[in-house]
């Protein structure tokens, strides 16, 4: 990234204080605000991570203009009440950064920082907090329900695993993705992994997880390798408290899951069935049903699409095995999908529709507590686009293009890489049941989410569209899609 003309991100004269939300929140505690705060996000669909801490910062002044997603769900909390009602300085007094583009919405990574973020000289931290509170496209993921981190501990564990080289990494951006001399300080003889390494790691897999989100998996997978040596080697340290200890391996064993997914999209499925046995592994020997659930779900989704349809059924029931305990009615639904994906990539219709029946179904008993923080990808459009690919292996392709349409009319326009995926699979299906002219629209559409997206599935599933189409380039659109495709760079694997 280019670095900033502006030699500090902190603002000129000290905080003012936010009275005026300070009165709002009434004679709640700071925590008790925060929850209501992350329910009436949940009310209109936002995931944020509201907790005392954030709540402290908006009241001391330090967030002057709160980022898109708190904006929405503070506006939905106080009907009739703008910004400035709240407490909260206009937006364009407090967004000055001469390196940042003025725009409507926050800004976001380009192909091009993800290959090249943290070898240049960016001069700012994730610590120091721009008044203007930037991490909007990323905070979407609320923390465990019964995870109590110390908050004064996210400074350093920022700083532990997320930099690299001599300059830290912008919040948009993921970076190297490798520990510093710090951090690696921790594994050595004498010193113990602590709570700071253990919410770095967990720290990693979010990261890692949001930006896959936006822009796939292409341009992140080598750069995930390292923080995933770290955690291991952090778990050979061996740390002093059995929950360390704990937090240790979910989260080496969910690390391990996420570089396995990268490996999978990016259509390198030998490491990502290495990846996903090592977390299995990691789950076994630590009795943790969620992680071997989690394991066994995408255990079952690399079959799917290796080819082993049969594995697939059988890593699915595994994993619904697994995860029956944990009270998920969402997570048994993911995995019934799982299931059904098998089904129809053995031909079998009745058990598919069965598996498809049980997914909605439990689909629609909603969300709870037990469910999963790596799910929050798990919606109606991810539901939809499921159902999508067991029609279209059946080579039902009409009712495949409905439910692809479905999908990426209603996905939230923050899981870009999903909204292309979605896309490109209504692409191919309207091509195959022979309407060249919407799969062309549908495949121009992807086309140009591919300056943000680097998916090796995705384009796979372009290259199949463009030679079904190849007969029909006088059909309206086919003869630009297809001279459009010729054209666009491959990525290739990073």
Same mark, same amino acid.
């Given at each position: 990234?280019?670095?900033?003309?502006?030699?500090?991100?902190?603002? &000129?004269?000290?905080?003012?204080?936010?009275?005026?939300?300070?009165?709002?929140?009434?004679?709640?505690?700071?925590?008790?605000?925060?929850?209501?705060?992350?329910?009436?996000?949940?009310?209109?669909?936002?995931?944020?991570?509201? &907790?005392?801490?954030?709540?402290?910062?908006?009241?001391?002044?330090?967030?002057?203009?709160?980022?898109?997603?708190?904006?929405?769900?503070?506006?939905?909390?106080?009907?009739?009440? *703008?910004?400035?009602?709240?407490?909260?300085?206009?937006?364009?007094?407090?967004?000055?950064?001469?390196?940042?583009?003025?725009?409507?919405?926050? =800004?976001?990574?380009?192909?091009?920082?993800?290959?090249?973020?943290? *070898?240049?000289? @960016? +001069?700012?931290?994730?610590?120091?907090?721009?008044?203007?509170?930037?991490?909007?496209?990323?905070? $979407?993921?609320?923390?465990?329900?019964?995870?109590? =981190? %110390?908050?004064?501990?996210?400074?350093?564990?920022?700083?532990?695993?997320?930099?690299?080289?001599?300059? *830290?990494?912008? +919040?948009?951006?993921?970076? =190297?993705?490798?520990?510093?001399?710090?951090?690696?300080?921790?594994?050595?003889?004498?010193?113990?992994?602590?709570?700071?390494?253990?919410?770095?790691?967990?720290?990693?897999?979010?990261?890692? $997880?949001?930006?896959?989100?936006?822009?796939?998996?292409?341009?992140?997978?080598? !750069?995930?390798?390292?923080?995933?040596?770290?955690?291991?080697?952090?778990?050979?340290?061996?740390?002093?408290?059995?929950?360390? #200890?704990?937090?240790?391996?979910?989260?080496?064993?969910?690390?391990?899951?996420?570089?396995?997914?990268?490996?999978?999209?990016?259509?390198?499925?030998?490491?990502?069935?290495?990846?996903?046995?090592?977390?299995?592994?990691?789950?076994?020997? *630590?009795?943790?049903?969620?992680?071997?659930?989690? @394991?066994?779900?995408?255990?079952?989704?690399?079959?799917?699409?290796?080819? !082993?349809?049969?594995?697939?059924?059988?890593?699915?029931?595994?994993?619904?095995?697994?995860?029956? =305990?944990?009270?998920?009615?969402?997570?048994?639904?993911?995995?019934?999908?799982?299931?059904?994906?098998?089904?129809?990539?053995?031909?079998?219709?009745?058990?598919?529709?069965?598996?498809?029946?049980?997914?909605?179904?439990?689909?629609?008993?909603?969300?709870?507590?037990?469910?999963?923080?790596?799910?929050?990808?798990?919606?109606?459009?991810?539901?939809?686009?499921?159902?999508?690919?067991?029609?279209?292996?059946?080579?039902?392709?009409?009712?495949?293009?409905?439910?692809?349409? $479905?999908? +990426?009319?209603?996905?939230?326009?923050?899981?870009? !890489? %999903?909204?292309?995926?979605?896309?490109?699979?209504?692409?191919?299906?309207?091509?195959?049941?022979?309407? /060249?002219?919407?799969? @062309?629209?549908?495949?121009?559409?992807?086309?140009?989410?591919?300056?943000?997206?680097?998916?090796?599935?995705?384009?796979?599933?372009?290259?199949?569209?463009?030679?079904?189409?190849? /007969?029909?380039?006088?059909?309206?659109? #086919?003869?630009?899609?297809?001279?459009?495709?010729?054209?666009?760079?491959?990525?290739?694997?990073?």
């Amino acid at each position: 990234m280019a670095s900033s003309t502006v030699t500090s991100s902190q603002p &000129d004269r000290p905080p003012r204080p936010n009275l005026a939300f300070r009165q709002l929140r009434g004679r709640r505690s700071p925590a008790e605000f925060a929850a209501l705060v992350r329910r009436a996000a949940r009310e209109i669909g936002e995931r944020v991570c509201c &907790d005392a801490r954030y709540v402290g910062r908006v009241e001391a002044g330090e967030i002057r203009c709160p980022n898109y997603a708190y904006e929405r769900v503070f506006l939905h909390m106080f009907p009739g009440r *703008t910004l400035t009602d709240l407490g909260f300085a206009p937006r364009s007094s407090v967004r000055g950064r001469a390196a940042r583009p003025a725009a409507d919405g926050p =800004p976001e990574p380009t192909a091009g920082e993800l290959t090249t973020a943290g *070898t240049g000289g @960016a +001069a700012e931290t994730w610590e120091a907090f721009e008044p203007y509170d930037r991490q909007d496209p990323y905070d $979407r993921y609320e923390p465990y329900e019964k995870d109590h =981190p %110390n908050h004064e501990e996210s400074d350093v564990l920022r700083r532990a695993f997320m930099t690299g080289g001599g300059a *830290t990494v912008a +919040a948009a951006t993921l970076g =190297p993705l490798r520990l510093t001399t710090d951090a690696l300080a921790a594994v050595r003889p004498g010193r113990r992994p602590g709570s700071p390494e253990a919410a770095a790691l967990e720290e990693a897999v979010r990261r890692i $997880r949001l930006l896959d989100d936006r822009h796939g998996a292409d341009g992140l997978y080598r !750069r995930a390798a390292a923080p995933l040596r770290a955690a291991y080697a952090l778990l050979d340290a061996g740390a002093t408290r059995q929950t360390t #200890v704990d937090r240790l391996h979910a989260g080496a064993g969910e690390l391990a899951i996420s570089v396995g997914w990268l490996a999978h999209d990016s259509g390198r499925f030998d490491d990502a069935r290495s990846h996903y046995a090592e977390a299995l592994a990691t789950a076994r020997m *630590t009795g943790d049903a969620g992680l071997e659930a989690h @394991a066994f779900c995408n255990t079952a989704f690399l079959a799917r699409d290796s080819g !082993r349809p049969r594995e697939a059924v059988r890593a699915a029931q595994a994993a619904q095995r697994a995860a029956r =305990p944990l009270g998920s009615a969402r997570l048994m639904s993911l995995l019934a999908l799982r299931e059904a994906g098998g089904w129809a990539g053995l031909a079998d219709r009745t058990g598919c529709e069965q598996a498809l029946a049980r997914a909605q179904a439990l689909f629609e008993r909603g969300h709870c507590d037990a469910d999963p923080e790596w799910m929050s990808f798990y919606g109606e459009a991810e539901l939809e686009g499921l159902e999508a690919q067991c029609w279209s292996m059946l080579g039902d392709w009409g009712r495949a293009a409905r439910h692809a349409r $479905r999908a +990426a009319e209603v996905q939230d326009p923050h899981f870009t !890489r %999903n909204i292309a995926l979605y896309t490109a699979e209504l692409a191919d299906d309207l091509a195959r049941e022979g309407r /060249p002219d919407e799969a @062309a629209a549908a495949g121009l559409r992807v086309l140009s989410l591919l300056d943000q997206v680097q998916s090796s599935r995705i384009q796979s599933m372009l290259a199949g569209t463009a030679r079904v189409l190849l /007969p029909h380039r006088r059909a309206s659109g #086919v003869s630009e899609f297809l001279d459009r495709h010729a054209s666009m760079p491959r990525t290739g694997r990073a």
